[in-house]
């Protein structure tokens, strides 16, 4: 990580209409702030250049006392996160990438959807998407693999897929919806404990016909 500077607290302390505490979580050698307020389901609000999280202390308000959770981070560089000196380090895919941790630091993820984490489809085998290479020696080659992800997109099991194939696996493919199309089609569901992770789960069965799950 290159050097960077930091804002002075007291540089940010009394700013009319942001009452907002700042809460900071360390990544990559950087310090980086976001404001989080209230509770229920969450609500990310993103700044742009060249402003930062104050950008929306008029509306963190109203949805916050509507009964959502308002998240509103600085981005590296803006507000009260720490700003790299060289100019060469910022681009698009870093701040995805730092956004990134920021979500699954914080859980903005529905209740619905962190009940859907501590279940899977029977016999099926958690497979953490950050290690898929690790765990080839769980899936078989002569047998449909089906990936599923505990959220609405496939976006992991896709990637997944396209690791495995790439290993030679060509009985592989995601399942279009993930864990709540199987849930909504009414199939059965088993409880385990999963751990926390962006995770795709591997299914070595045939799944039902696609028909049946839209």
């Keep these: 990580m290159s050097d960077a500077v930091r804002t002075p607290a007291e540089a940010l302390e009394g700013l009319p209409d942001f009452p907002f505490a700042p809460h900071y979580r360390d990544v990559d050698g950087l310090r980086l702030a976001h404001r989080d307020e209230g509770e229920g389901a969450p609500v990310i609000f993103m700044h742009g250049e060249p402003t930062w999280s104050f950008l929306w202390r008029k509306v963190?308000?109203?949805?916050?006392?509507?009964g959502f959770r308002c998240v509103a981070p600085d981005?590296?560089?803006?507000?009260?996160?720490?700003?790299?000196?060289?100019?060469?380090?910022?681009s698009y895919e870093r701040h995805v990438s730092l956004t990134?941790?920021?979500?699954?630091?914080?859980d903005v993820r529905s209740a619905t959807a962190q009940g859907l984490q501590r279940q899977r489809i029977p016999g099926a085998l958690h497979l953490p998407v950050q290690d898929v290479a690790g765990n080839l020696?769980?899936?078989?080659?002569?047998?449909?693999?089906i990936l599923y992800c505990t959220?609405?997109?496939e976006a992991s099991a896709a990637k997944a897929a396209k690791l495995l194939m790439t290993r030679g696996y060509r009985r592989v493919?995601?399942?279009?919806?993930g864990l709540d199309a199987w849930i909504a089609a009414g199939y059965a569901v088993e409880e385990v404990?999963?751990?926390?992770?962006?995770?795709?789960?591997?299914?070595?069965?045939?799944?039902?016909p696609a028909s049946r799950l839209s």
């Design 60 to 66: 963190i308000p109203p949805v916050r006392d509507a």
């Design 137 to 145: 020696g769980a899936l078989p080659h002569d047998r449909d693999i």
């Design 173 to 177: 493919r995601p399942l279009y919806g």
């Design 100 to 106: 990134r941790t920021l979500l699954e630091d914080l």
């Design 193 to 208: 404990p999963i751990p926390e992770s962006d995770a795709a789960t591997a299914l070595p069965a045939r799944p039902p």
């Design 151 to 153: 959220c609405p997109n």
């Design 75 to 90: 981005l590296a560089g803006f507000g009260a996160s720490d700003k790299p000196v060289d100019v060469a380090w910022y």
